[in-house]
C-alpha cells in the first residue's frame, strides 16, 4: 500500500514503517559516532515504555554505545494486511532487526504495562532469556491507567491547579497563534493524573522485580520527568502534570530504599518533539521558539542525542551521576541557561500568527513531528507501494 500522514490535531493516525526504519538507523548512526560507554556501561536493560520518544532511545543507546541486551515493553497497534502499524510497532520492528544482524539479543512484550500480568510476562522473559537486568528505565506516558488491584480505571488531564490559565499557544494545522484559556482541574481529575503519570506503577514495578530477584547487583532504574521555564508552569509544574512529576520523586525515595537496587534517579530532560508533549496546550509554541534559539546557539538536542548524553555524562560517567538539591539529574541543564530562557523569553512576547515562522523554527518543529511517524525523510520513496506487515520479537 501507499502510506500517507493522516494528521487530526497532535495526532497523526498513519506511520510509514520505511521512514521509521531510516529514522531509526538515523538515530544508530549518531550512536555509533559517539564514544563507547566503556566498562560500566549496563548489558542487560529493561526499558518499560520503549517504542518511542525518551523510551525508545534508551533502547537505542546502551545497545549500540555498550553492545547492552534489551527488553522492552510497550503498548502498540499491529500492523494488518490493510492497515499500517503505529509508529511504535515500526521503530520496535526495525530496532531489533538491525539489533539481531548486530548480534544483540533484543525482544519485546506488547501489552498494559500497568498490569499485574504483563509485568509477571516481564519477569519470566528475564529470568528465562536475561537471567537479571543491571538497569531500568521507566518511560511511560499514556492517557489512563487501570490500578491493578481495584480495577478502577483512572485519566489524565492537563490542567492549571485553583484557576484558570489563559496564554499564547499555537494551532498546528493552521499554523495560528492565539490565546488559549484553559479551566483548573477538579480533585477527582488531581487524583487521577498523579494516578496516571506518578511513580506509583514504577514502586510497583520496581518492587515486583526485586522480589523476583531478577535485579543484578549495582542495578539502577531512572524516571523520566520535565520540569520546564516558568512560563509554562501553570499548565505543567504547577498543574495536574507537575502534581504528578512530584508524586514520582517521592516515589523514587522509596525505590532507592528497596534491597537491591544500587540507585534510582529522576532525569529531568529537556523539551523535544515527542506525542506527549504536542498534546500540551502552550507547550509547541515554546518548543518552536526554543529550537531556534538551541540551533542557533549549537546546543540544541533530540531524544537520542540527550539520552546519549545521559548515559555517557551522568549515569555511566567516571564519576557517577551528578545531582540538583532535590537528587534528580538534570539534563535539562542546556535549555534551562540563563541566556537560552532570557531569550525565549524575549521573542515569547513578540511571536504572533504573522511572525510565526520567522522568529521560531516552527518548520522544525512541524518536521520533528511528522518524523515521528516516518513521514519526511530523505532517501524514502513515499509514493511507492511498501508492506505494511513488520515482525517484532515478542516470544512464545
Not at 230 to 239: C, H, I, K
Not at 273 to 285: C, E, K, R, Y
Request: overall charge negative; aromatic content about 8%.
Amino acid at each position: 500500500m501507499i502510506i500517507k500522514p493522516k494528521i487530526r490535531g497532535f495526532i497523526c493516525t498513519t506511520a510509514h514503517p520505511d521512514g521509521c526504519e531510516a529514522n531509526i538507523r538515523e538515530q544508530i548512526d549518531y550512536i555509533k559516532n559517539q564514544p563507547p560507554l566503556g566498562d560500566k556501561a549496563p548489558k542487560k536493560v529493561l526499558v518499560i515504555g520503549s517504542s518511542t520518544g525518551y523510551g525508545l532511545s534508551s533502547r537505542l543507546v546502551p545497545a549500540f554505545a555498550g553492545g547492552a541486551d534489551t527488553l522492552g515493553i510497550f503498548f502498540e497497534k499491529p500492523p494488518t494486511e490493510t492497515k499500517p502499524a503505529s509508529a511504535g510497532w515500526y521503530n520496535t520492528a526495525a530496532f531489533e532487526k538491525i539489533a539481531h544482524e548486530a548480534g544483540l539479543y533484543a525482544s519485546s512484550l506488547n501489552g498494559d504495562a500497568f498490569s499485574n500480568e504483563l509485568k509477571e510476562q516481564a519477569i519470566q522473559r528475564i529470568k528465562g532469556d536475561l537471567g537479571q537486568v543491571d538497569l531500568v528505565i521507566y518511560s511511560l506516558a499514556s492517557p489512563r491507567r487501570q490500578d491493578p488491584e481495584s480495577g478502577e480505571v483512572y485519566r489524565s488531564v492537563l490542567k492549571p491547579i485553583g484557576k484558570s490559565y489563559t496564554n499564547k499557544t499555537v494551532n498546528t494545522d493552521l499554523q495560528e497563534v492565539h490565546d488559549i484559556t484553559i479551566e483548573p482541574a477538579s480533585e477527582e481529575e488531581v487524583t487521577g493524573t498523579i494516578k496516571v503519570m506518578g511513580g506509583e506503577d514504577w514502586e510497583l514495578w520496581m518492587k515486583a522485580l526485586t522480589e523476583a530477584g531478577v535485579l543484578a547487583d549495582g542495578c539502577q532504574t531512572v524516571a523520566y520527568s520535565y520540569i520546564g521555564p516558568e512560563l509554562t508552569w501553570p499548565v505543567y509544574w504547577d498543574g495536574t502534570i507537575g502534581q504528578a512529576k512530584t508524586n514520582l520523586e517521592e516515589c523514587c525515595e522509596r525505590i532507592n530504599a528497596l534491597d537491591g537496587i544500587a540507585s534510582a534517579h529522576v532525569s529531568v530532560n529537556k523539551a523535544v518533539v515527542t506525542q506527549a508533549s504536542s498534546a500540551i496546550p502552550v507547550v509547541p509554541l515554546y518548543i518552536a521558539l526554543l529550537f531556534k534559539i538551541m540551533k542557533e546557539a549549537g546546543t540544541h538536542e533530540d531524544c537520542t542525542e540527550q539520552i546519549y548524553r545521559l548515559f555517557s555524562d551522568q549515569l555511566y560517567s567516571k564519576n557517577g551521576p551528578q545531582t540538583d538539591d532535590k537528587d534528580r539529574i538534570r539534563i535539562d541543564d542546556w535549555e534551562m541557561r540563563d541566556e537560552i530562557q532570557n531569550a525565549v523569553s524575549e521573542v515569547w512576547d513578540q511571536v504572533n500568527t504573522e511572525n510565526l515562522t520567522s522568529i521560531s523554527d516552527f518548520e522544525g518543529y512541524q518536521k520533528g513531528f511528522l518524523k515521528l511517524f516516518g513521514f519526511g525523510i530523505n532517501g524514502v520513496d513515499y509514493e511507492a507501494d511498501t508492506n505494511p506487515l513488520r515482525e517484532v520479537n515478542l516470544g512464545s
